[in-house]
T-cell receptor, first 117, second 116 residues
Framework: SAVISQKPSRDICQRGTSLTIQCQVDSQVTMMFWYRQQPGQSLTLIATANQGSEATYESGFVIDKFPISRPNLTFSTLTVSNMSPEDSSIYLC???WGRGAAGLEQYFGPGTRLTVT | AQTVTQSQPEMSVQEAETVTLSCTYDTSESDYYLFWYKQPPSRQMILVIRQEAYKQQNATENRFSVNFQKAAKSFSLKISDSQLGDAAMYFCAYRSAGTGTYKYIFGTGTRLKVLA
């Protein structure tokens, strides 16, 4: 399995500021994903982050608001820019990892709980 | 587009009893994967069980088993001998088996309470 860590685990930020969330994986993975999970709700995919290329954003999410870096196969960052209270959420990093197409599974980090005041 | 529906926002079960969580999905694809994920209050999501659509046999992992009905597009999770540690949010998820397709589609979740 892939072990994922995220920093920070939680933060309280003021509106208008930015926060960068780090995601570290103990294995080399091609694809990383960033999700948002608002309180009591399901996971919404923000973007797919491939090493060596621009991140691919889902509908409703834009690079200016959620810039992503993927400098190598074990690390990625997500920045939440110009935050507003509506950005209060849990942000989850995940990877798809395994042997062969049938063996691929998705592993999740512990999440970053963001509160914007 | 594929969708995943979990119609039970919350379920309760007595300790040691059995509970079934429902999931239905919609897809036009014939080959795909289905998953159940557990998210305890500590919030780290972990994989409970997976099912390949091309396999007729229902997946089983210890106390967890699924009832996969491909024609009905139904994928329920049965938890036997429920334990207090099973209390969590459970998410059903779908992934296409297409090459290069790794996006997961999640349902809205079912909160499971286990009563002592």
């Amino acid at each position: 399995s892939a072990v994922i860590s995220q920093k920070p685990s939680r933060d309280i930020c003021q509106r208008g500021t930015s926060l960068t969330i780090q995601c570290q994986v103990d294995s080399q993975v091609t694809m990383m994903f960033w999700y948002r999970q608002q309180p009591g709700q399901s996971l919404t995919l923000i973007a797919t982050a491939n090493q060596g290329s621009e991140a691919t954003y889902e509908s409703g999410f834009v690079i200016d608001k959620f810039p992503i870096s993927r400098p190598n196969l074990t690390f990625s960052t997500l920045t939440v820019s110009n935050m507003s209270p509506e950005d209060s959420s849990i942000y989850l990093c995940s990877v798809v990892w395994g042997r062969g197409a049938a063996g691929l599974e998705q592993y999740f980090g512990p999440g970053t709980r963001l509160t914007v005041t | 587009a594929q969708t995943v529906t979990q119609s039970q926002p919350e379920m309760s079960v007595q300790e040691a009893e059995t509970v079934t969580l429902s999931c239905t999905y919609d897809t036009s694809e014939s080959d795909y994967y289905l998953f159940w994920y557990k998210q305890p209050p500590s919030r780290q999501m972990i994989l409970v069980i997976r099912q390949e659509a091309y396999k007729q046999q229902n997946a089983t992992e210890n106390r967890f088993s699924v009832n996969f009905q491909k024609a009905a597009k139904s994928f329920s999770l049965k938890i036997s001998d429920s334990q207090l540690g099973d209390a969590a949010m459970y998410f059903c998820a779908y992934r296409s088996a297409g090459t290069g397709t790794y996006k997961y589609i999640f349902g809205t979740g079912t909160r499971l309470k286990v009563l002592a």
